[in-house]
């Protein structure tokens, strides 16, 4: 294993009973230093996850390594690891300094010490002064970075974050987004970090895992995951999406909609069904004449930076386009896209093989710098 690995799941299974296992057979690598996102609707087995590495829960299957050593029956008060809850789990009859040295205090500190790392840690979340504010005067956001500062002042290897901002408003939220992904950089240790939130997944991180149905559906980059989807589940997990079933006809060339067209995908068998995935914002609307598909205007949304407008062709597919151009209801217009808008999806297929085939396409799709 190598060193920049910190925590590792080898055939990880978690079942309560004779339930449908929570997780099944879930193996990954988390390394040193970078912020991931455990994606996935709810029930999924994300949340699994993090109790699994906090030691809250016990694998029934598997084991869970930290550091290259097995932590399966290390207590959860032995690990190097802090937790920061949906609801910030404060305390409301302490103020800001003593929630954030409350780990200080039971390991018996001294109180110079616990005075000094305290204000540290505030600080590295912006939160110098508010030493006797009381928890109930705090904001949403505000008793974030306390949670926070409690978790970092033991100086944790890795610091495990269960949906911290589902309860904040859309403004707050997105700019505690911006303060985590930050104060992750310059801690500079592991986040691993709950959402079901796909744009918050895509923002913060540097890797994510989309998870359905207890198994890691595909992990990658943002970009990664948002412009090759593996499966109809990340497809339209991640962001949205307009997919189609379609047939590959050999290399680079693939029929849906009972036309053919250019693409970049390769490495499948000829006559293959496949489904097919282009995305709302490589859509262009165009003239009938120009379009590489003809298509009716539904419906239009006016989303603020794009317009959200939902189009069907004559087979009844709906097409959904953002775009900036204002169309009308009820005009036949045309959809243009490049060959490279176009991302072909196997069924079945692994994430392996589908990396493997992606590596095939050299230096073009899925290896760009």
Known sequence: MSDQ??????????????????????????ERGKFYTLLGPSGC???????????????????IYFNG????????????????????????????FENVAFGLRIKKTKKEEVAKKVHEALAF?????????EIREMSGGQRQRVAIARAIINEPEVILLDEPLSALDLKLRTEMQYELRELQQRLGITFIFVTHDQEEALAMSDEIFVINRGKIQQ??????????????????????????????????????????????DQGLNPDEPVEVVIRPED????????????VR????????????ISSYDKDGNEWLVHSTKKATVGDEIGLYF?????????????????????EAYGDGVGNEE
């Open 219 to 264: 992990s990658g980059t943002p970009t990664d995951i948002y412009d090759e989807p593996i499966n109809r589940f990340v497809a339209d997990f991640i962001g949205e999406s307009n997919i189609v079933k379609g047939k590959m006809l050999a290399d680079h060339l693939v029929e849906f909609v009972g036309k053919q067209f250019d693409c970049v």
């Open 45 to 63: 087995g994300k949340t699994t996850i993090l109790r699994l590495i906090a030691g809250f829960t016990e694998a029934t299957q598997g084991e």
């Open 5 to 30: 690995v910190i925590i590792r799941f080898e055939g990880v299974t978690k079942q309560y009973d004779q339930d449908i296992p929570v997780l099944n057979d879930v193996s990954f690598e988390i």
């Open 125 to 133: 979340v912006n939160l110098e002064g508010y030493e006797n504010r």
């Open 338 to 358: 490049d060959s490279e808008a176009i991302h072909v999806m196997r069924f079945g297929e692994t994430e392996e093989e589908f990396d493997k085939r992606l």
């Open 69 to 96: 050593n097995v932590i399966n029956n290390v207590p959860a008060n032995k690990r190097q690891v802090n937790t920061v809850f949906q609801d910030y789990a404060l305390f409301p009859h302490l103020n800001v």
């Open 283 to 294: 859509l262009e609307i165009t003239t009938r004449e120009r379009g590489k598909l003809q």
């Open 297 to 308: 205007v539904d419906s239009q949304l006016f989303r603020g930076v794009h317009y959200e």
